[in-house]
T-cell receptor, first 114, second 111 residues
Framework: AQSVAQPEDQVNVAEGNPLTVKCTYS??????LFWYVQYPNRGLQFLLK??????LVKGSYGFEAEFNKSQTSFHLKKPSALVSDSALYFC????????????FGTGTRLTVIP | DAMVIQNPRYQVTQFGKPVTLSCSQT?????MYWYQQKSSQAPKLLFH???????NEADTPDNFQSRRPNTSFCFLDIRSPGLGDTAMYLC??????????FGSGTQLSVL
């Protein structure tokens, strides 16, 4: 079965420190991979996506993600965390079968401590 | 400027009383989705439209229906809501490139 896993429900990081939010996928073929962020009582907001090419993808608000095919991972990173980065982060994959279905992970709540 | 608009923001209904949630978009995207997100869980796709073509997920209950009268609007109808249908309902659109634009959601409470 196709799936996306986010092994950490919660990540805490001090303001100014680098952050990593982990994601692994089990999707056949060459999936498109995404990160979305959700602020309280809001819909999800697109951060970045990987289709092909350079394994390091840069996105909104200084976030980037590193695609690793051998480890089937797509971890989200930021060199210096801000308190305003505190939110719920979802990793997602599109298996490109034409079904228009994104498989979402269960989400990781990031808390940046001042 | 809001591009995917969901109304209402909060909806309370009684067990078994039909309810309709609405979504509109100004992006002219051909794909519209409805997701259900329960507390602390990942969004779960209920169904989507590719233009006028309706695509129902295999495990979406029959209780959930959808209408898309034109490109801009899409509705979610829950015929007989149960307590387990309490959730955030998210509408999203895309150009079929995987990048979804979400509305702010409708928080449905079934009492």
């Amino acid at each position: 079965a196709q799936s996306v896993a986010q092994p950490e429900d919660q990540v805490n990081v001090a303001e100014g420190n680098p952050l990593t939010v982990k994601c692994t996928y089990s999707v056949s073929g060459n999936p498109y991979l995404f990160w979305y962020v959700q602020y309280p009582n809001r819909g999800l907001q697109f951060l970045l996506k990987y289709i092909t090419g350079d394994n390091l993808v840069k996105g909104s608000y200084g976030f980037e993600a590193e695609f690793n095919k051998s480890q089937t991972s797509f971890h989200l990173k930021k060199p210096s965390a801000l308190v305003s980065d505190s939110a719920l982060y979802f990793c997602a994959a599109d298996d490109q079968t034409g079904a228009n279905n994104l498989f979402f992970g269960t989400g990781t709540r990031l808390t940046v401590i001042p | 400027d809001a591009m995917v608009i969901q109304n209402p923001r909060y909806q309370v209904t009684q067990f078994g009383k039909p309810v309709t949630l609405s979504c509109s978009q100004t992006l002219n995207h051909n794909v519209m989705y409805w997701y259900q997100q329960k507390s602390s869980q990942a969004p779960k796709l209920l169904f989507h439209y590719y233009d006028k073509d309706f695509n129902n997920e295999a495990d979406t209950p029959d209780n959930f229906q959808s209408r898309r009268p034109n490109t801009s609007f899409c509705f979610l109808d829950i015929r007989s809501p149960g307590l387990g249908d309490t959730a955030m309902y998210l509408c999203a659109t895309s150009r079929h490139d995987g990048k979804l634009f979400f509305g702010s959601g409708t928080q449905l409470s079934v009492l």
